[in-house]
Nanobody, 126 residues
Framework: QVQLAESGGGLVQAGGSLRLSCAASGRTFNSYFMAWFRQAPGKEREFVAARTWSGISTSYADSVKGRFTISRDNAKNTVYLQMNSLKPEDTAVYYC???????????????????WGQGTQVTVSS
């Protein structure tokens, strides 16, 4: 059974850092985009970052570019989101997602992703 499991969320002060982990299991993901989305209270789920499994292509939302980095452990099926210089507006539930590659362009739309984790809370205080 395919499963994505996020971890690493928590409470951090503005300017601090967190690294989120997404453990992927149940299949091979070499033909998938791996992505992070987030959802703040009262808002739509929004795109944060994504990469092909191989890492040949990456994409970031403008709001996190230069601060967040998506990566993968070469030895296991784990995708990471390194978050630096965190701001209060980064506060949200963060979700890991996987979507089958259908085009050459990384999708930023949540409807194009097939598998989702349950989310991990990130709270940034000022």
């Amino acid at each position: 059974q395919v499963q994505l499991a996020e971890s690493g969320g928590g409470l951090v002060q503005a300017g601090g850092s967190l690294r989120l982990s997404c453990a992927a299991s149940g299949r091979t993901f070499n033909s998938y985009f791996m992505a992070w989305f987030r959802q703040a209270p009262g808002k739509e789920r929004e795109f944060v970052a994504a990469r092909t499994w191989s890492g040949i292509s990456t994409s970031y939302a403008d709001s996190v570019k230069g601060r967040f980095t998506i990566s993968r452990d070469n030895a296991k099926n784990t995708v990471y989101l390194q978050m630096n210089s965190l701001k209060p507006e980064d506060t949200a539930v963060y979700y890991c997602a996987a979507g089958k590659i259908r085009t050459n362009v990384i999708s930023t739309h949540k409807d194009q992703y097939d598998y989702w984790g349950q989310g991990t809370q990130v709270t940034v205080s000022s």
